[in-house]
């Protein structure tokens, strides 16, 4: 019992610390709990956990704290990624999108580049120029770039026109200043589409980058 107390204490008080995460959304005006709340919630009841086995209820309470903390940690890391580049896409045309500790930029490929064509737009040059600004400030995760088509074509076509869209993208990335090594790119042709490919708005839609930011393994 006194045990479950210890740790109820240390949920409020990392409940309280994370309290200070929540945002309103830009596009709503909603009031929402950053990531990062969760992240650190789940961490004290982990960190409770283990430090209960290894030191009894001190544990708890020390091991409850620090799993907060390192649980909220990525999270609110993110929370301020995504917001960044929130900031600094709105009207270009890319979508933000966040799941969990992955945050996602999908850029139709109408602004990114010509039909059947990898060579970037000469206009969606600044915008990736201020997605390899971002990048570089917040530099803590890795970078998978892929390509996507819409269903004609087949693959003899779709797959190498797709891999050489994501390796465009990331080729500028790499002249802006990101470092190489934290970015892998390829193709998916057709695959996983997004819309259906029976329309030419669906069709539309697959045809697409997208930037997959993950966690980068700890050092």
Do not use: W
């Amino acid at each position: 019992m006194q045990l479950n107390k210890m740790v109820a204490t240390a949920v409020l008080m990392v409940s309280a610390l994370l309290a200070g995460c929540q945002t309103t959304n830009p596009y709503t005006g909603e009031q929402q709990t950053n990531k990062s709340t969760k992240y650190g919630l789940g961490g004290v009841l982990a960190g409770a956990a283990l430090g209960a086995l290894a030191d009894g209820k001190d544990g708890a309470l020390k091991g409850a704290v620090l799993g907060g903390a390192a649980g909220a940690g990525y999270g609110y890391y993110l929370d301020k990624q995504e917001a960044v580049l929130r900031a600094e896409l709105q009207g270009t045309g890319v979508h933000v999108y966040r799941q969990g500790d992955q945050l996602s930029l999908i850029m139709p490929s109408n602004i990114t580049f010509d039909s059947s064509r990898s060579a970037i737009k000469s206009a969606f040059y600044p915008v990736l120029g201020s997605v390899a600004k971002v990048f570089k400030e917040y530099d803590r995760n890795l970078i998978e770039i892929v390509g996507y088509t819409d269903s004609t074509g087949g693959d003899k076509i779709n797959l190498p026109l797709s891999q050489q869209r994501a390796e465009s993208v990331a080729d500028y990335l790499v002249f802006q200043g990101v470092p190489a090594t934290r970015i892998t790119a390829f193709g998916q042709g057709s695959a996983d589409p997004i819309a259906s490919n029976s329309t030419s708005a669906g069709r539309a839609q697959n045809r697409r980058v997208e930037i997959n930011l993950l966690p980068a393994p700890q050092r």
